[in-house]
């Protein structure tokens, strides 16, 4: 099955930085990548996602990046507010099932 | 478009006892539907996937008779989580993906159930 390695487990940064993840996944047959964002207690929430067939996509302040060969994909969101702060989760799916890596804490200092 | 909702929001109980979890998808209809589990500080565990009209399908180490599911409708699954006891205690989400609207890999969570088992 598939499986989907995430890094850092934390990430702490200050305020007007940029902040990246990185995610590799195992299955070459995947190809739907979603990022989610979960405040404590809430619901993940997605924001942002690309599928195999596109390199990078682009929406204000986050980006996520795709490398098939290398079968990673990376999250960068720029500018960071202290809002930005919470558990984001990235996942990779071959049909409908996602795996998903264990999540990063960002922590973002005003 | 696209809202997923859960009742209970947090439920307390006592060991030995069951709860059930609905989910539901208000303005939508959700062929399938996910329930995960969550514990602090911890990814989302897939337990099972549900189709509307069939059994669920259930992750391995996951008990059947243990987190009974049901998809009743297209709008609407349950999960009951039988015989409950304080290991139980965990943070469950549901999710559910539109057929009728592309994508429909996409995955719409509910607010997540809080339960603890006393």
């Known amino acids: 099955g598939e499986n989907v390695e995430q890094h850092p487990s934390t990430l702490s940064v200050q305020e007007g930085d940029s902040a990246v993840i990185k995610c590799t996944y195992s299955?070459?047959?995947?190809?739907?990548f979603p990022w989610y964002k979960q405040e404590l207690g809430k619901r993940p929430q997605l924001i942002i996602d690309?599928?195999?067939?596109?390199g990078e996509k682009k929406d204000q302040r986050i980006a996520v990046t795709l490398n098939k060969t290398a079968k990673h994909f990376s999250l960068h969101i720029t500018e960071t507010q202290p809002e930005d702060s919470a558990v984001y989760f990235c996942?990779?799916?071959?049909?409908?099932?996602?795996?998903f890596g264990r999540g990063t804490s960002l922590i973002v200092h005003p | 478009g696209a809202v997923v909702s859960q009742h209970p929001s947090w439920v307390i109980c006592k060991s030995g006892t069951s709860v059930k979890i609905e989910c539901r998808s208000l303005?939508?209809?959700?062929?399938?539907m996910f329930w995960y589990r969550q514990f602090p500080k911890q990814s989302l565990m897939l337990m099972a996937t549900?189709?509307?009209?069939?059994?669920?399908?259930?992750e391995q180490g996951v008990e059947k008779d243990k987190f009974l599911i049901n998809h009743a409708s297209l709008t609407l699954s349950t999960l009951t989580v039988t015989s409950a006891h304080p290991e139980d205690s965990s943070f469950y989400i549901c999710?559910?993906?539109?057929?009728?609207?592309?994508?429909?890999?996409?995955?719409?969570f509910g607010p997540g159930t809080r339960l603890t088992v006393l």
């Open positions: 999710s559910a993906t539109n057929a009728g609207m592309a994508p429909t890999d996409t995955q719409y």
């Open positions: 299955d070459s047959a995947s190809n739907y």
């Open positions: 690309i599928r195999s067939n596109v």
């Open positions: 996942a990779a799916l071959a049909g409908y099932i996602p795996t």
């Open positions: 303005d939508f209809q959700a062929t399938t």
């Open positions: 549900s189709n509307e009209g069939s059994k669920a399908t259930y």
